[in-house]
C-alpha cells in the first residue's frame, strides 16, 4: 500500500516515487500545458498506464527519484 492509495496487493517495498514531465491535456485546451509532477508507483509502465487514463500526452521522461518532500 502507497502512502496515500490502497493497491490492493501491491507491496509497498516494490512501489517507489516517479517524477515526471509530460503534457497534461485538461489543463489550456486544446493544446495542453507542460507540468512536471510526482506520482507513486510499482513501475515506469504503471506510471504509463496511469497516465494514459489521465489524458496525459506527449510524455517527455518519467525518472525514479525521491522527492524533496518524502
Known sequence: MSK???YGD???EDSQWFHIKARDMDIFQPDG???TFWLWGVSETDIR???SKKNI????WIKKKTP???
Open 10 to 12: 501491491v507491496d509497498s
Open 33 to 35: 500545458k507542460v507540468i
Open 68 to 70: 524533496p518532500f518524502a
Open 4 to 6: 496515500f492509495f490502497d
Open 49 to 51: 498506464h496511469m497516465l
Open 57 to 60: 500526452k506527449d510524455i517527455e
